[in-house]
């Protein structure tokens, strides 16, 4: 009897244990849908959390929903401007079929539309009013050195609004810019007293901060001053280097001066080597002097073995026994 009701027992208790895995395994003959934020199929576990969508492409940056304000696919473009969108967002501006599709008079990348569409991305080249980096390399319009020379980025002076709006450091009618627009004031360049009060150009008040009243002076190299306060003066300034007052003096071969300063007088500095007044002069051999100064006169002296006149064989000469 005892073995009977051991038998039914653990019968009972198996049959409960395969109830309870039934359960578990919850299939309720439904599959979960990846997408609907539901437990289709009752296991406690919603859409992407449920390892029956670990597989699913919407769990593995799937196609991008083109509604949802949210970039699915993970490639930085959302909704209708990533293009796996187009045929889905057929109502605006297709980026990259030559169509104008909203009729707008702006065709695919001229279209607003497509300022932020994936494929109005692939120019290297900057624009430089359109609030957008179109090449990529983090810096927008003006502030994309390709910018520097576009038009739009150059700032004009505007000469009533107390500001430096091109950053040269002067404002309004401080800067040259402004010279045409601020005719009532002092022109601070032109020689004139244009306001009438007494003061012409840098001597007014009214032109203490103006650019030309704010420029170094120019250097004048042989007054003694440092005009351009720059610590340097006359021919020791970088500024006369070309001045004619800075060009070293030149020896003058023939006064008994040393006019270069360089402790050579006259035929002695190397200035003169080539003066006419420093050749040595050569004997004259048939003058009856000596004309270099060597002590040797005519054909006696050296310089006239080979002339003419020395070649020739006077009487007195074969008296004295010469050929």
Not at 110 to 122: E, G, I, K, L, S
Not at 127 to 141: E, F, R
Not at 275 to 296: K, S, V, Y
Not at 314 to 323: H, I, L, R, T, V
């Amino acid at each position: 009897m005892k073995t009977l009701t051991c038998f039914i027992m653990i019968s009972a208790l198996l049959l409960m244990g395969n109830l309870a895995c039934d359960s578990e395994s919850s299939s309720n003959g439904t599959t979960e849908v990846c997408d609907n934020d539901l437990d289709d199929d009752g296991d406690g576990y919603i859409d992407c959390d449920d390892q029956d969508c670990w597989d699913a492409a919407v769990c593995n940056g799937g196609a991008e929903v083109c509604d949802n304000g949210t970039d699915d696919d993970g490639d930085g473009f959302v909704d209708c401007n990533d293009l796996d969108c187009a045929a889905e967002c057929e109502y605006t501006e297709t980026c990259d079929n030559g169509v104008d599709d909203d009729d707008d008079g702006f065709v695919d990348c001229d279209d607003q539309d497509c300022f932020n569409n994936q494929a109005c991305h692939t120019t290297t080249d900057e624009v430089c009013d359109n609030g957008i980096d179109d090449d990529g390399d983090g810096h927008v319009d003006c502030d994309d050195s390709d910018c520097a020379g576009d038009a739009s980025c150059i700032v004009v002076e505007v000469c009533d609004n107390g500001l430096d709006d091109d950053g040269d450091g002067f404002a309004d009618c401080d800067d040259f810019d402004c010279a045409d627009g601020c005719e009532y004031a002092e022109v601070c360049d032109n020689g004139i007293d244009d306001d009438g009060d007494g003061f012409v150009d840098c001597e007014d008040q009214d032109c203490d901060a103006h650019q030309s009243c704010n420029e170094p002076l120019p250097e004048i190299c042989n007054d003694g001053l440092d005009n351009d306060a720059d610590g340097y003066f006359d021919c020791d300034d970088f500024d006369c280097l070309e001045a004619p007052a800075c060009q070293p003096a030149h020896e003058l071969c023939g006064n008994g001066m040393d006019d270069d300063g360089d402790g050579l007088v006259d035929c002695a500095d190397e200035d003169c080597f080539e003066a006419p007044a420093c050749q040595t002069p050569r004997e004259i051999c048939d003058d009856g002097a000596d004309n270099n100064g060597n002590g040797l006169i005519d054909c006696d002296d050296d310089e006239c073995f080979s002339d003419p006149y020395c070649q020739v064989v006077f009487p007195e000469d074969c008296a004295n026994g010469m050929d």
